[in-house]
């Protein structure tokens, strides 16, 4: 009989700064990426592209790709055998285009060949006639036009009430990429029965699993998606790209096929975020609360449906931003161009409206004369409130004014311009010292955590013993934000063992994890985890009828009744489905209780300007964001200053630049990112208040970094230079010279 | 034609049949896939490698300059089983996240650190201000060499 020494306090758990598991495989270079994986035996793919952005396809001509030397196949619109359509929301995009091509780069033959050289030689080779047709490059006409994806209409309160300070403004926001490092990759094995395993960049597996069935007419059991490996996301691994041609090339030549997207490749074959124009209107009464506010939002979906309708929601509902409005009236559109397909980016629709009402609010102060952030704190929505647009009531913490009071009672930490030589210019001594002008500006936001409008969100994870520990089994995709080690910490505290790791394993194995996107896998794969790990706990407490378990194994008082490898032998697990709270689509208004949680964060930014050659030093951003619970503290830090360099790039620097629906910076050395010279120190305060449904009142805390961060900076630009600047990101030119994007 | 090498100590040859890049050598022929291809134009820094001991883009390189000398990648910046200090200061602080920019980070630094043990901030932001890092925001990244170099950290 072991007699117990006294109770071990569990190691790893939550609340701990735990370092990744695969930090050090990643640091080694180690770790298996969807590029770096090769089998015996492999044929390389690669993609027939349109080079037109509107055309209509003549004839295709697959003999001279086929001629070549070492090529498998070359397989067009009509060698697929299935409806061939995909589509996140609804499956409207050719997984070949058929008799039309509707944007630049679409999709229009797909090549196997026995290296990766001779794949692309064979890409190129396919003669494609086209016949050029008008593209439809403009938002405004296709909403003329009645070329739409979704129209809202949202109506709250007393339509004629209006207020006695009234301030307008139009605000545009361009065409940002996510860019993550590791291209679009993957490798699709046949099984030898019709069947096929997919090893794909993915943000989403059980859906990419499901696309792949439904376009080529297969049968759910026949394809297997697999987690792997991946270089970041952000929102561009969310629809499906490389799947279906890989599966498809697979299955016709019988082999494994690999395909890689280089980088200029990679940004024509993604969607990016929603470039969009927006009309405010803010009233306002003398003392600064706001009577009524109205909207038109105009985003730019491209040619295909891909989540514009659900960006476009998230848009509209977070028109007002963190504030109380009882009158409040919002159009929205999502327009259908021939312009590259938009799609998730981090922020998700709450992006480019923050930028439009926080300029409104700052407009509102000075109009005003009141302090900015004193007319935050008079308008700042909180727990109990209902939000502005939808009217739900908010009944999870919403620490709004606490972000607000944090913000402000966080010290400037900077130096004199220059010091340190620090310029706008850099270290080319472009920028004279005394020509330098500071600038501060704040900025606040509100998103959604998790799927909204009636979306049946959930995720499965299971919990299992075995002789290394507990093991946390899930497909919820880690994308670099730290999911393996949040999820094995969740399951060590509730467990009670300090042994515990997270494996992923494929579409057949479990039930769907979801999306890795919305900032919602801390709450639904930690809360199944949190759920899974509670009942196993219990069960096998309540079998052995003892009070503890630990790495040990199961104890009734000092007494150990059961030892880790029994429980490993009897084989106890649990797998566990966990929803959020139900969520509703809108009424005709726009009313509802659409969102499952909300969480808020706040931006300080400190830049320094050149007005003359309008460049720009963003030198601190700061920040106060509502977590719920910190459950990884230095994971949080990460995506906040991760999150925050995205937000200021793209305030001063990240562009798609089209040209008639050609994007022509589809490379690092022409699309902008912030390099560690361009990165703000970053101080954060993390606000801690329970109540939220995540695992111990956990909330997302992905998004809320790079949505406020970007108009902070502008708000910031604006206060060192006096200029509207009405459009991000903001470019020398609109600094240093004097005409603004009017309307 | 056929090139040789020594790649992390050991010699190598590689069949090249076409102007192919080092990082293509090294990724699709010697299977050496710790060195990641981001965007083949020298402007992220996630193929980074010294070459004679000189920090260069293996993206940039043609394969047959290469012949006859020494490369050194992530995977050999450290002895089998051994982390590099470069590598235990950024496992330390959190300074990896998806990890795609890691292995070109760490031979930046593994280069910074042999130049200049003792590097100030700005000194640590200027060698590795040709490495692109997407999820971070740098600010783990830069803790982590400013703790290595010995300075106070912010
Ligand atoms: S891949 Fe070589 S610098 Fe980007
Ligand atoms: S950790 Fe993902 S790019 Fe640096």
Not at chain 1, 223 to 249: M, Q, S, W, Y
Request: hydrophobic share 40%.
């Amino acid at each position: 009989m072991t007699t117990r020494t006294g109770r071990r306090s569990v190691q790893g758990g939550i609340g701990e700064s735990t370092i990744r598991p695969d930090g050090v495989p990643k640091l080694r270079g180690e770790f298996m990426y969807a590029q770096d994986m090769h089998v015996e035996g492999m044929l390389w793919g690669a993609t027939t592209r349109s080079p037109h952005p509107h055309a209509r396809i003549v004839s295709i001509d697959v003999g001279p790709a086929l001629a070549i030397g070492g090529v498998h196949a070359v397989l067009t619109h009509d060698d697929i055998p299935g409806p061939g359509l995909f589509g996140l929301e609804h499956p409207d995009q050719p997984v070949l285009a058929g008799d039309v091509v509707r944007y630049w780069g679409e999709p229009v033959a797909i090549v196997a060949a026995e290296d990766e050289d001779t794949a692309r030689r064979a890409a190129e080779a396919v003669v494609v006639e086209y016949e050029e047709l008008e593209p439809l490059v403009d938002a405004e006409e296709a909403d003329a036009r009645d070329e739409v994806f979704r129209r809202m209409k949202i109506r709250r309160g007393d339509q004629e009430a209006r207020g006695s300070v009234v301030v307008e403004g139009y605000y545009e926001v361009g065409m940002q990429d996510q860019a993550p490092l590791g291209t679009e990759a993957g490798l699709a094995v046949p099984d030898g029965n019709g069947g096929v395993d997919l090893y794909a960049t993915s943000q989403f597996v059980h859906v990419d699993q499901q696309q792949v069935v439904e376009a080529l007419g297969l049968r759910p059991e026949q394809v297997r998606a697999h987690p792997v490996g991946i270089g970041g996301a952000f929102g561009a691994r969310e629809d499906v790209n490389l799947h279906i041609h890989l599966c498809l090339l697979a299955l016709y030549t019988g082999r494994p096929v690999k395909m890689v997207y280089h980088r200029g490749e990679s940004f024509t074959g993604h969607v990016h975020r929603h470039p969009a124009r927006m009309w405010y209107r803010h009233e306002a009464d003398e003392n600064g609360r706001l009577v009524r506010v109205e909207a038109k939002i105009l985003v730019d979906g491209g040619a295909y449906a891909s989540t514009t309708a659900a960006v476009l929601a998230n848009a509209c509902y977070f028109a007002v931003g963190p504030y109380k409005c009882d009158s409040v009236a919002v159009d929205g559109v999502g327009a259908r161009t021939n312009n590259p397909p938009c799609g998730a980016m981090r922020g998700f629709g709450a992006v480019q409206v923050c930028f439009a009402y926080e300029s409104q609010m700052d407009r509102l102060a000075s109009a005003l004369g009141m302090d900015p952030l004193e007319l935050r704190r008079r308008n700042a929505l909180a727990t109990g409130d209902r939000l502005a647009t939808t009217g739900q009531v908010i009944d999870t913490p919403l620490p709004v004014v606490e972000v607000i009071d944090s913000l402000a009672a966080m010290p400037l930490l900077v130096d004199e311009p220059g010091s340190g030589g620090d310029l706008p210019g850099g270290s080319g001594l472009t920028t004279e010292p005394r020509h330098v002008r500071r600038g501060v500006g704040y900025a606040l936001s509100i998103k959604n955590l998790g799927f909204s409008e009636g979306f049946d969100d959930y995720a499965q994870a299971r919990v299992r013993l075995s002789p290394e520990g507990a093991i946390v089994e899930t497909a919820a995709i880690e994308v670099g934000q730290g999911l393996v080690n949040v999820l094995a910490q969740i399951a060590r505290t509730t467990l009670g063992v300090s042994r515990a790791e997270v494996r992923h394993v494929d579409t057949s194995r479990i039930d769907s994890a979801g999306s890795t996107s919305a900032s919602r896998q801390t709450q639904l794969s930690g809360g199944a985890t949190h759920e899974a790990a509670r009942r196993l706990r219990q069960r096998i407490l309540e079998h052995y009828r003892a009070d503890d378990l630990d790495d040990e194994g199961v104890w009734r008082g000092d007494t150990l009744v059961a030892a880790w490898d029994d429980l490993v032998r009897d084989g106890w697990e649990e797998t566990v489905t966990f929803r959020h709270p139900p969520t509703e689509p809108p009424d005709e208004n726009g009313q509802g209780k659409m969102h499952a949680d909300f969480a808020v964060a706040g931006h300080r930014a400190v830049v320094d300007v050149d007005p003359e050659l309008g460049l720009v030093r963003v030198l601190r951003v700061d920040t106060a964001q509502d977590v719920g619970k910190a459950l990884n503290p230095e994971s949080i830090r990460g995506q906040i200053e991760g999150g925050i360099l995205q937000g200021v790039g793209l305030a001063v620097m990240e562009e798609l630049v089209l040209d008639r629906g050609r994007i022509r910076n589809a490379t690092f050395t022409d699309y902008l990112l912030p390099t560690i010279l361009d990165a703000p120190d970053v101080e954060a305060i993390l606000i801690e208040q329970e109540g939220s449904w995540g695992p111990f009142g956990a909330k997302g805390v992905g998004e809320p970094p790079t949505i406020s961060s970007t108009p902070a900076v502008v708000a910031a630009i604006r206060d060192a230079t006096g200029k509207e600047l009405n459009r991000v990101p903001v470019r020398p030119q609109d600094i240093a010279l004097e005409e603004e994007v009017a309307r | 034609m056929i090139i040789g090498f020594r790649l992390n100590g050991q010699e190598v040859t590689a069949r090249v049949d076409h102007p192919a890049s080092l990082l293509d050598v090294l990724r699709d022929q010697l299977g050496a896939y710790g060195s990641k291809n981001a965007c083949e134009q020298g402007e992220c820094g996630s193929c980074s490698v010294l070459l004679d001991g000189e920090l260069v883009c293996s993206c940039l390189v043609l394969a047959a300059d290469a012949e006859g000398s020494e490369v050194t990648t992530v995977e050999g910046v450290a002895p089998e089983g051994e982390l590099h200090p470069v590598q235990e200061a950024m496992n330390r602080v959190g300074a990896v996240q998806c990890g795609f920019c890691t292995p070109g980070f760490v031979v930046a630094a593994v280069d910074l650190f042999e130049r200049n043990p003792h590097p100030t901030s700005r000194e640590i932001k200027e060698a590795l201000a040709g490495n692109i890092c997407r999820c971070t925001g740098y600010g783990a990244i830069i803790r982590a060499f400013e703790e290595l170099a010995g300075r106070e950290v912010r």
